[in-house]
């Protein structure tokens, strides 16, 4: 079993729906990462959290440490959100490397 | 203000040959990591660097080497290239020490090892 587990791993959305992606980790953090990675490769950091909820736009992040969860929420999607959006954690004892879920591709039809 | 840069951005080898890929880390930026992320999979951590030395490591054999250099850049060696070496290979950067500064990622570099 992976330390962080992604879902689902494909979604296909309809423009204006509203969209969440789920993250469950199994490991003590120090903080969790949503990360955005277009089909280019390049990666972009879109929260980083270690508790609590933050908001960017359109994004919203939680965090629930003590069910070790996480989810990120689109509201109103766009073709443009089409993606592959990847949790990634920094464990406890792990200093400052990060691992990876698997990812979840997302697409969003006009 | 540059970002993270990565060169080169594609880079074909053959089985057995020695690929050496470079980052620039963000300017303020002081720690290198490397990742590398196999298709349809999520990067897997393989090394950090700090002050030219590399401090952590991921699960990865002695074929992976790296280097940090005064500047803050760094340099992911591979030797002896397998075909599963076929990967992009991400750098990312960042200041640990400043608590709420989020990485940031180059665009990597794909490899393609025949």
């Known amino acids: 079993k992976n330390e962080v587990e992604q879902s689902p791993q494909n979604l296909t959305a309809q423009e204006g729906e509203f969209i969440t992606i789920n993250c469950s980790y199994s490991?003590?953090?120090?903080?969790l990462h949503w990360l955005q990675q277009h089909p280019g490769g390049g990666i972009v950091s879109l929260f980083m959290?270690?508790?609590g909820k933050k908001k960017h736009g359109r994004l919203i992040a939680t965090i629930n440490i003590q069910e070790k969860h996480s989810s990120l929420h689109i509201t109103a999607s766009h073709p443009r959100d089409s993606a592959v959006y990847i949790c990634?954690?920094?464990?406890?004892?792990?200093?400052?490397?990060?691992?990876f879920g698997e990812g979840t591709q997302l697409t969003v039809n006009p | 203000d540059a970002g993270v840069t990565q060169s080169p951005t594609h880079l074909i080898k053959t089985r057995g040959q020695q690929v050496t890929l470079r980052c620039s880390p963000k300017?303020?930026?002081?720690?290198v990591s490397w990742y590398q992320q196999a298709l349809g999979q999520g990067p897997q951590f393989i090394f950090q660097?700090?002050?030219?030395?590399?401090?952590q490591r991921g699960n990865f054999p002695d074929r992976f080497s790296g280097h940090q250099f005064p500047n803050y850049s760094s340099e992911l060696n591979v030797n002896a290239l397998l075909l599963g070496d076929s990967a992009l290979y991400l750098c990312?950067?960042?200041?640990?020490?400043?608590?709420?500064?989020?990485?940031?990622f180059g665009n990597g570099t794909r490899l393609t090892v025949t």
């Open positions: 660097y700090y002050e030219e030395e590399e401090r």
């Open positions: 959290l270690s508790s």
């Open positions: 990312a950067s960042s200041l640990p020490r400043l608590r709420g500064t989020p990485l940031h």
């Open positions: 490991v003590g953090i120090s903080a």
């Open positions: 990634a954690v920094r464990g406890e004892t792990s200093g400052s490397r990060l691992t």
């Open positions: 300017s303020g930026h002081d720690t």
